[in-house]
């Protein structure tokens, strides 16, 4: 079975930064895309960042030029880097993988983390 295991959130100051780490474990072959998204209570989880196998990236606005995706393949590991944090970065941050491959055949269409709670506050 594959599991998702995110960590690094917690308390920041304004215009602090965090880096989050999400970790797939599992007798994985391959995974086609990584990603991380977030959401606060009362409003939709928001794709915040994706990065495919080949290294190409997806921000969505409120992340361009302050948040830096990055993955490791060979620990099947992604990366968040958070940096100019603001009060309404506030959320918890999912960890997303999307066709996971394993060494027996399986297939996994698409695999959630439990989340990780970062909050912006001073």
């Known amino acids: 079975q594959v599991q998702l295991v995110e960590s690094g959130g917690g308390l920041v100051q304004p215009g602090g930064s965090l880096r989050l780490s999400c970790a797939a474990s599992?007798?994985?072959?391959?995974?086609?895309?990584m990603g991380w998204s977030r959401q606060t209570p009362g409003k939709v989880r928001e794709q915040v960042a994706g990065?495919?196998?080949?290294?190409?990236?997806v921000y969505s606005n409120s992340a361009k030029g302050r948040f830096t995706v990055s993955r490791d393949n060979d620990k099947n590991t992604v990366y968040l880097h958070l940096n100019s944090l603001q009060p309404e970065d506030t959320a918890v941050y999912y960890c997303r993988a999307v066709d996971v491959r394993t060494m027996d055949g399986g297939n996994y269409r698409e695999l959630w983390g439990q989340g990780t709670l970062v909050t912006v506050s001073s």
């Open positions: 990065i495919t196998d080949g290294g190409s990236t």
């Open positions: 599992g007798n994985i072959h391959s995974i086609e895309s």
